[in-house]
């Protein structure tokens, strides 16, 4: 009965390669929100979609491009990987006022 | 765009004991909610408490309260005797009334000592 869910949990690549990480929520919630988690701990919103809508679009290097084919996903892919982008990727969706946000397991990239 | 300061990067706590994690926000909005999640080595982000600016009590839950000073813009969480699987990163969020973005905290890694 997974809420939030993320695939792969973990990833190994070569620099410049293509990955795509999955998301998927079954709380039929219209929001659905990518976040990258440095080395540091530091959580950084990049992306987040309203009903296949995007509404967030923070200031992250356009290889990473976000899709969301219905409201019940939202994936990420990235283009030519580079060193820096090693961290972990949540996925996250929210409903209304207050609603927190629900998160999935992350997604460990590593980029070697 | 609001900021969420938590400014004890580490805090220690001895089994049992109470310790306090502490959160300022910047905001001149008067309605908004503030969250605190912790992560656990297991890397999952869960939710601990919520509080909405315009309840003026203090949420709790369980050994986990806040003490909302919303004057202050200060959001500190306590947790009462302290268990080993409270150790964990904890990270204090911020959302505003209106629209869907959520604001995080540096977060602050906290040790539990047996």
């Known amino acids: 009965d997974t809420a939030v869910s993320q695939t792969p949990k973990y990833l190994v690549t070569q620099m410049g390669n293509d990955k795509s990480i999955k998301c998927e929520q079954n709380?039929?919630?219209?929001?659905m929100y990518w976040y990258k988690q440095d080395s540091k701990k530091f959580l950084k919103i990049m992306f987040s979609?309203?009903?296949?809508?995007?509404?967030i679009n923070e200031t992250v290097p356009n290889r990473f491009s976000p899709k969301s084919p219905d409201k019940a996903h939202l994936n990420l892919h990235i283009n030519s990987l580079e060193l820096g982008d090693s961290a972990v990727y949540f996925c996250?969706?929210?409903?209304?006022?207050?609603?927190?946000?629900?998160f999935g397991p992350g997604t460990r990239l590593t980029v070697l | 765009a609001q900021t969420v300061t938590q400014s004890q990067p580490e805090m220690s706590v001895q089994e049992a004991e109470t310790v306090t994690l502490s959160c300022t926000y910047d905001?001149?909005?008067?309605?908004?909610?503030l969250f605190w999640y912790k992560q656990p080595p297991s890397r999952q982000m869960i939710l601990v408490i919520r509080?909405?600016?315009?309840?003026?009590q203090n949420a709790t839950e369980n050994r986990f309260s806040v003490n909302f000073q919303k004057a202050a813009k200060s959001f500190s969480l306590k947790i009462s005797d302290s268990q080993l699987g409270d150790a964990a990163m904890y990270f204090c969020?911020?959302?505003?009334?209106?629209?869907?973005?959520?604001?995080f905290g540096t977060g602050t890694s906290l040790t539990v000592i047996p």
């Open positions: 969020a911020y959302r505003r009334y209106t629209g869907n973005q959520f604001y």
């Open positions: 996250a969706s929210s409903q209304g006022r207050p609603n927190e946000q629900f």
């Open positions: 905001t001149s909005e008067s309605d908004y909610y």
């Open positions: 509080q909405e600016a315009y309840k003026q």
């Open positions: 709380l039929g919630h219209d929001t």
């Open positions: 979609y309203n009903n296949k809508e995007l509404i």
